[in-house]
């Protein structure tokens, strides 16, 4: 059994310029690890957004891009994804300029637990739904 490629190169804009981070073969199995939305910069509720340098240089990475040996431009890729497995907590940052009602909340931090498929938010419970990202 061959050793399962680790992709952990980030990238925060969707480019045609973006450099390939590894080579892969065509049915090969790869994992992807990734970040949060603000690249795990928020460790705790201490912390907020006016805390950050909120450029968007970071915001929203994908890990990735990946060459697929033999592929040439106009071809169509089929990928698999085999599992999506989240952190077992997550993050919901409000900030004073964006957001649905941005004008009435000021900069607060809040770590959400997840364990065993279920989120907590102040003692209300509720089902996840991961997906694949940006």
Sequence with gaps: MSIMQVITDQITVFSKDNKPCATAKPGEVLLFKTLDCFSNRIPDEQTTMADLDYSYGFANPAAGPVYIEGAEPGDVLV???FDVEVADEGTIA???HCGP???TTGYRTKKIPIKDGMATFNEVSFPI???IGV
């Design 94 to 96: 409000t900030d004073d």
């Design 129 to 131: 739904d991961p997906m």
């Design 101 to 103: 009602l941005f004008e």
């Design 79 to 81: 990928v698999d994804i």
